[in-house]
């Protein structure tokens, strides 16, 4: 597709089960965005893959969560036994980026995708 | 470390009037990007504008414009004739090719009136 796609749109599961959270960047971006947005607040960052890496992961709340990515395109994000306070709406993002660098392709521009409303119960 | 503050919680405006949203940010880099982003209430975030630092000329994107203040680190966004569409959220944030990290600010929340 044209844009950044997540899956699912909406997801209610009950505390204490696992749910997975997919994204799917624009194709050719290598770089790779994962966000948490509380109701009316700003974006927590979570995670940043350049290619199938991920060099920072100091976001993740906790051991509960982790994020993978393969072929250098889907990227996936795990919350294991999830709690209430991990409702929120997660956005992915993804850019052209390059190990930091702009490159004549690259704006600088994120391209976001419409997240992913975990409720918990 | 990098900061973006925004301290407009929430602003209003009348309907083709014209509104400023402010933002101050703090950066390393020397060499940078300043963005505003617009997220409606349909969730998705989308560039509204886009500067880098190393321009002297403030951006505009038709009825959005921004007063780049390099030296106080200010990056103000102003829409004019303001539209039931332009209701958003609107963050501010910087990314410099030195880090990976987009800094996002906490965000305006915009309304337009009728």
């Known amino acids: 597709g044209a844009g950044v796609s997540q899956s699912p749109s909406n997801k209610v599961t009950e505390k204490g089960k696992d749910v997975e959270l997919r994204c799917d960047p624009i194709?050719?971006?290598?770089?790779l965005y994962w966000y948490r947005q509380s109701l009316g607040q700003g974006l927590e960052f979570l995670i940043y893959?350049?290619?199938?890496?991920?060099?920072?992961k100091s976001g993740l709340p906790s051991d509960r969560f982790s994020a993978e990515r393969t072929g250098g395109s889907v990227s996936t994000l795990t919350i294991q036994r999830t709690q209430q306070e991990d409702s929120a709406v997660y956005l992915c993002?993804?850019?052209?980026?390059?190990?930091?660098?702009?490159?004549?392709?690259?704006?600088?521009?994120?391209?976001f995708g419409e997240g992913s409303r975990l409720t918990v119960l | 470390a990098q900061t973006v503050t925004q301290s407009q919680p929430e602003m209003s405006v009348q309907e083709a009037e014209t509104v400023t949203l402010s933002c101050t940010y703090d950066?390393?880099?020397?060499?940078?990007?300043l963005f505003w982003y617009k997220q409606p209430p349909s969730r998705q975030m989308i560039l509204v504008i886009r500067q880098e630092a190393y321009k002297q000329q403030n951006a505009t994107e038709n009825r959005f414009s921004v007063n780049f203040q390099k030296a106080a680190k200010s990056f103000s966004l102003k829409i004019s004739d303001s539209q039931l569409g332009d209701t958003a959220m609107y963050f501010c944030?910087?990314?410099?090719?030195?880090?990976?990290?987009?800094?996002f600010g906490t965000g305006t929340r915009l309304k337009v009136l009728a």
């Open positions: 893959f350049q290619g199938n890496s991920a060099p920072d």
């Open positions: 194709s050719g971006h290598t770089a």
């Open positions: 993002a993804s850019s052209f980026l390059r190990g930091g660098q702009a490159t004549h392709l690259n704006t600088g521009e994120l391209f």
């Open positions: 950066t390393s880099e020397s060499n940078y990007y």
């Open positions: 944030a910087t990314w410099g090719p030195g880090t990976y990290k987009y800094i």
